[in-house]
């Protein structure tokens, strides 16, 4: 299974996530965001850097639902800004399962 398709039927299982429908275009430009920008917090690797690793491993126990929260709203007190303003609701649930499933 490709990773556009398994990273769609991860979102499309996901009762609280709802259908997502990202064009091919739209998924390419999150993975480049996740390496791009997360990446230069997390580490181009996303081992880590200024912020926590965001290996497969590392969010271990994590939900898409709490992943996609965090991206979209940062976490107060640390360097995580939200993305909220620039991302839908749709493109964070995207990329956490992105996180979670596929990369690492």
Known sequence: MGKTAFISAVLLTSPALGE?????????????????DCGSCHGLRLTG??????????????TLEGLQAIILDGIPGTAMPPWRPLLTEDEAAWIAAYLLEVRG
Not at 49 to 62: C, D, F, Q, S
């Open 20 to 36: 997502v429908a990202l064009s091919d275009a739209d998924q390419s430009r999150l993975e480049h965001l996740v390496v791009q």
């Open 49 to 62: 850097g200024l912020g926590r690793p965001i290996t497969r491993e590392a969010l271990e126990g994590h």
